[in-house]
């Protein structure tokens, strides 16, 4: 009884790690991403004269460093308890 009970818990604790390696490698396709999205709207208000493209591209700018900001932090959170 006990050795199933040692078992099981060892299956929870693997499948937690799992999680979290999952969230980990999903966070840092995030910040692959973003970073590329970051470079393409760089280029595209570079690229304009335009001043409502560039107001455009200014918030899109924003909205992407403030979702790169997250996806930086949940990576370091989550290399933090791999330690």
Known sequence: M???ARDKAFFFRRRAESARDTELR???EGL???RVL???AYAGFNGTG???LI???VFEINSLQARYSYF???VKELERQEG
């Open 2 to 4: 006990l050795a199933a």
């Open 26 to 28: 999903s966070m840092k």
């Open 32 to 34: 692959a991403k973003t």
């Open 38 to 40: 970051i470079s393409q």
């Open 50 to 52: 335009d001043p409502d």
């Open 55 to 57: 107001e455009s591209y």
């Open 72 to 74: 930086l932090r949940r």
